[in-house]
């Protein structure tokens, strides 16, 4: 059976499903995926160098903000 987000088992009831791709180099770009929605990706062309966040509410799933923060240029 598939389950959300390509997890290998599902969530327990109550509980989000979620995966984070943190991508290879420049071969693999990262990824987060939340309750089988994908928030941020390259085909999303919404990700950034450095560190990529979504920020959701935990109690509804709600995404409030993306954000990538580059690291490198400080």
């Known amino acids: ?3 959300k ?3 290998q088992k ?3 009831q109550n509980y989000f499903a979620f ?5 290879a180099a420049n071969v693999v770009g990262p990824s987060i995926c939340f309750e089988d929605l994908v928030l941020m990706s390259n085909v999303k062309n919404n990700i950034g160098r450095g560190l990529n966040i979504a920020l959701v509410n935990g109690t509804t799933g709600q995404l409030l903000k993306i954000d990538a923060f580059d690291m490198y240029s400080g």
């Open 19 to 23: 995966k984070i791709i943190s991508g």
């Open 5 to 7: 987000c390509g997890n």
């Open 1 to 3: 059976p598939r389950h």
């Open 10 to 12: 599902s969530c327990p």
